[in-house]
Structures are given as structure tokens and as C-alpha cells.
């Protein structure tokens, strides 16, 4: 059984620009979450995806934004970056329902320079 | 808001001590309760989970947690600790009103031989 994997493992970007995050769920699971871990911090929610809608949404601005896969794989877009934005990503994937335990990537480390 | 509280931020233990977290949470419906792990360079994974049933939860590697509804507790316990028990613990509730996974701010555990 393939688990959660993300790529890529870090990127260097600076203000302003925009950045694509990947993940791709473990086998058999179709509800992808995704979470902003900043240093010292516990992973704050960002949204969740399930059969490729959006199923709510943390206190993120819209230039974060995502989209979920045929094959259930999704990906994070951050438009217009900024320094706090500088963060480990997490994606996690849940088997069916939003309450079902998350299992999770190793995370992207952002940093925005 | 629901919130999650961990109230130890830094726990330094020797070896073979006795270990236990505080985890609290905020919200009086029905909630699902995880706590998770993540060792130093590797992804968060799951300790221990409760949905129902018996408030007396086992998980991997000698954990338990017990969750006391009345005190909106779900603290994490461990009678011997080991050097590999280095980590940082976050304790999460979902809610099943909002199905968002909301972590606490992480304990980091540091085991000395």
C-alpha cells in the first residue's frame, strides 16, 4: 500500500510569486487535506477536497487555492506570495468521510525569500 | 471557535519515567479525537485514535490516551518512556459539525538516556 507522498520536498521563491504544491493521496482514499505547519506550530487547516469539490475551508485568504484529481491526487496553488507564507505544507488523505482518521505526507517545505 | 489546548510546551524526562500530555478541547459535540507524532525528519503519523466506545484508547509503541467527556480531556499517557520516544506530540479533535481536523500547538518530548 502506497502512502501519501508530495512533491516537491522543498522550493525557494520570492515575494510575489506563485507556487504549485503536489500530492497524491494513498491508495483507496478519495478525500485530500491540505495544512500549513509553520515552525513551532501546530498544522493549521487550509481546505479539503473530496471526489474533486472543495469541502470546506480554513482562515486562508483566496490566493490559496486547490484542486482535486480524477484519480484523487490534488494540488495547492499559493498566488502572490508572501514571507509568512514560508511554511512546511502537509497533505493528508482520509479514506471516505472528513472524520475518518488522516494519514500524512512528509510535507513541502516552502520558503519564501 | 473550537480550539485544541496541549498545555506542556517542552516536557524533559530521563528514561523509564512516566509520561503524560495534557490535550483539551473546545466543543461540546460529538468529536473525533487523534493524537499523532512526529519524529525528528520523518511526517506526522498516528498514535492513537478515539471515536467511541471505550474511553481507554491503546496505540502503538506502549501509548494509551483516556478521554474524559466531562473535561473535555483526551490526555495522552505513557508509564516508561524510552530514548526513541524523542518527538513532538500534537493532540487533534475534529468536530463532526465542521469536519476540520484542528491541531493543538505540539509538545515536544525530549528523552535523556
Known amino acids: 500500500e502506497t502512502g501519501v507522498t508530495q512533491s516537491p520536498t522543498h522550493l525557494i521563491k520570492t515575494r510575489g510569486q506563485q507556487v504549485t504544491l503536489r500530492c497524491s493521496s494513498q491508495?483507496?482514499?478519495?478525500?485530500v487535506s491540505w495544512y500549513q505547519q509553520a515552525l513551532g506550530q501546530g498544522p493549521q487547516f487550509i481546505f479539503q477536497y473530496y471526489r474533486e469539490e472543495e469541502n470546506g475551508r480554513g482562515n486562508f485568504p483566496p490566493r490559496f487555492s486547490g484542486l482535486q484529481f480524477p484519480n484523487y491526487s490534488s494540488e495547492l496553488n499559493v498566488n502572490a506570495l508572501e514571507l509568512d507564507d514560508s511554511a512546511l505544507y502537509l497533505c493528508?488523505?482520509?479514506?471516505?468521510?472528513?472524520?475518518?482518521?488522516?494519514?500524512f505526507g512528509p510535507g513541502t517545505r516552502l520558503t519564501v525569500l | 471557535a473550537q480550539s485544541v489546548s496541549q498545555h506542556n510546551h517542552h516536557v524533559i524526562l530521563s528514561e523509564a519515567a512516566s509520561l503524560e500530555l495534557g490535550c483539551n478541547y473546545s466543543?461540546?459535540?460529538?468529536?473525533?479525537l487523534f493524537w499523532y507524532v512526529q519524529y525528528p525528519g520523518q511526517h506526522l503519523q498516528l498514535l492513537l485514535k478515539?471515536?467511541?466506545?471505550?474511553?481507554l484508547v491503546k496505540g502503538i509503541k506502549g501509548f494509551e490516551a483516556e478521554f474524559i467527556k466531562s473535561k473535555f480531556s483526551f490526555n495522552l499517557r505513557k508509564p516508561s518512556v524510552q530514548w526513541s520516544d524523542t518527538a513532538e506530540y500534537f493532540c487533534a479533535v475534529i468536530t463532526h459539525n465542521t469536519d476540520k481536523l484542528i491541531f493543538g500547538t505540539g509538545t515536544r518530548l525530549q528523552v535523556f538516556p
Open positions: 478515539y471515536f467511541s466506545g471505550d474511553p
Open positions: 493528508a488523505s482520509s479514506p471516505r468521510l472528513a472524520t475518518d482518521t488522516q494519514y
Open positions: 466543543y461540546g459535540g460529538t468529536v473525533n
Open positions: 491508495s483507496g482514499h478519495n478525500t
